[in-house]
């Protein structure tokens, strides 16, 4: 059962509600001077020191009048993740805090939020509600939970029941959610109309054929925009395999597929007024008899040839495609979501997007709206000095360059050859995954760079639309 996360936040009307003290360092002890003797005894005891993440019941006059504490790093600025921890801790109930939690509503919801599509059936947890006293946020906050953990959930499923064939039917859900139906492409259309998609799929057989998904949505007299995520299902790295500890997250593979459907998701729900093109190519990078071998070349949809020097450089040949696709409608932005290269974590770690733009603007707009919403993005140069690394001795290009430098920035330029001239595009080349659990972001699935790319289209856009 999905979560119901707006069941989780009301308008804060007075009503009956635990109150959550938010402490930070700086501001201990002129709250502890607030406190009652017995409140003050509990801090003491749990030396308490209002540190980030600390937590502790404080115990009030009657049996049932305890208060709780939360240290934070700035009580007068939460972030979203801060009021998580309290989230996870509190028993059910309602709550209110003792600062505006506008911001920090997200981590809230989503620390309830669970994927147990596996486990054996729990106990259920109450649900612990947050009073706010901004209202006219909720349904935001409550639409980009929904977001993060269709993220979370998509990525979290194993690929036995996570192939092609689902991503599809995930953006068919989607769009009936909103009145639009996807455009699927498959088999002989998809091997003459998208060739380096047909290519990298056709090797996982039946019931796992690649296809071209796309959805459409929105007053085509708005601005066009296009969102792409790369839907490899699974990654086996085909002929040039994978070893076993780079084979086990490969589950994750299609997390660029899921940061464009949550996104879309977004789009919609909030009537953005733009005309959204959702594409995702999905496949799986098996490998069987027909699978593409290192040394084939293949004609892409945008006619340039590509050499296969690794066929574990896969996901920016199904993007190739689908960018190609998309620039055929003439969109004012193209935005690209992908787990695409490991040099990009080797470089910037698993909570860092490299984010690469062909426009210095949108690059800049969208690392400053990263910073606002704590969703960090950091950018790594488009150089031009590189491109001469995809050079191919018998095709137009070569897939990936030898000797592995410049990983992330050699597969940026490969899909940029294929976004027409003038059009404004940013790629992202996301983990889409957590490694270590934190408050309200268990280990597994996560969406890194949704609510940044977000929070950039909703101001761009609403403030076009009015004005």
């Not at 502890?32 to 019941?57: M, N, S, Y």
């Not at 049932?64 to 998580?84: I, M, Q, R």
């Not at 989607?174 to 498959?186: I, Y």
């Not at 070349?297 to 066929?311: C, D, K, M, P």
Request: glycine share 10%.
């Amino acid at each position: 059962m999905p979560t119901d996360f707006s069941a989780l936040i009301e308008a804060d009307r007075g009503q009956p509600g635990r109150l959550i003290h938010v402490v930070d360092k700086a501001g201990l002890d002129g709250w502890l001077r607030t406190l009652p003797p017995r409140a003050r005894a509990a801090v003491a005891a749990h030396r308490f020191e209002g540190k980030d993440g600390e937590f502790v019941i404080l115990s009030g006059e009657g049996p049932d009048e305890w208060t709780a504490a939360l240290g934070v790093a700035n009580a007068n600025a939460l972030g979203p993740w801060d009021l998580a921890r309290a989230a996870e801790a509190l028993p059910e109930g309602m709550y209110r805090v003792s600062t505006a939690p506008a911001r920090a509503a997200l981590g809230w919801l989503l620390a309830q939020h669970r994927f147990a599509r596996y486990r054996k059936a729990e106990k259920p947890v109450g649900a612990r509600v947050l009073l706010t006293p901004d209202p006219a946020r909720i349904d935001e906050v409550a639409r980009l939970a929904e977001a993060i953990a269709l993220v979370r959930d998509l990525v979290n499923t194993p690929a036995q029941d996570m192939g092609p064939a689902q991503l599809e039917q995930a953006a068919r859900e989607l769009g009936e959610a909103f009145g639009v139906a996807p455009r699927v492409t498959v088999g002989e259309r998809l091997a003459a109309g998208f060739p380096l998609i047909a290519a990298v799929g056709h090797a996982a057989g039946t019931g796992r054929e690649p296809r071209l998904i796309e959805l459409e949505w929105g007053d085509p007299a708005h601005p066009r925009i296009a969102i792409i995520g790369k839907g490899v299902c699974f990654d086996t790295g085909g002929l040039d395999i994978k070893p076993s500890a780079g084979m086990r997250l490969m589950k994750k593979d299609m997390g660029g597929a899921a940061h464009a459907l949550g996104l879309a998701r977004l789009i919609m729900g909030a009537r953005l007024p733009v005309r959204l093109h959702l594409l995702v190519p999905a496949v799986e990078n098996a490998i069987a008899g027909d699978a593409m071998r290192p040394g084939d070349v293949f004609r892409s949809r945008a006619g340039l040839t590509v050499e296969i020097t690794n066929t574990d450089a896969e996901g920016r040949l199904i993007l190739a495609d689908a960018l190609t696709r998309a620039g055929e409608d003439a969109p004012e932005l193209i935005v690209d979501f992908a787990t695409l290269t490991g040099a990009a974590r080797v470089a910037l770690g698993p909570d860092l997007p490299a984010t690469f733009a062909n426009d210095d603007a949108l690059a800049s707009d969208l690392l400053a709206a990263g910073s606002t919403e704590s969703d960090p993005l950091w950018r790594l140069p488009l150089w031009p000095g590189y491109d001469e690394m995809l050079r191919s001795d018998i095709a137009d290009m070569e897939n990936a360059p030898e000797g592995g430098m410049a990983g992330a920035i050699t597969a940026a330029l490969f899909l940029q050859r294929f976004v027409v001239k003038g059009t404004s595009w940013a790629h992202l080349d996301t983990f889409a995954w957590r490694s270590v659990p934190r408050p309200g972001r268990p280990k597994g699935g996560d969406a890194l760079g949704l609510r940044a790319v977000w929070s950039y289209l909703r101001a761009r856009y609403l403030a076009e639309a009015h004005g």
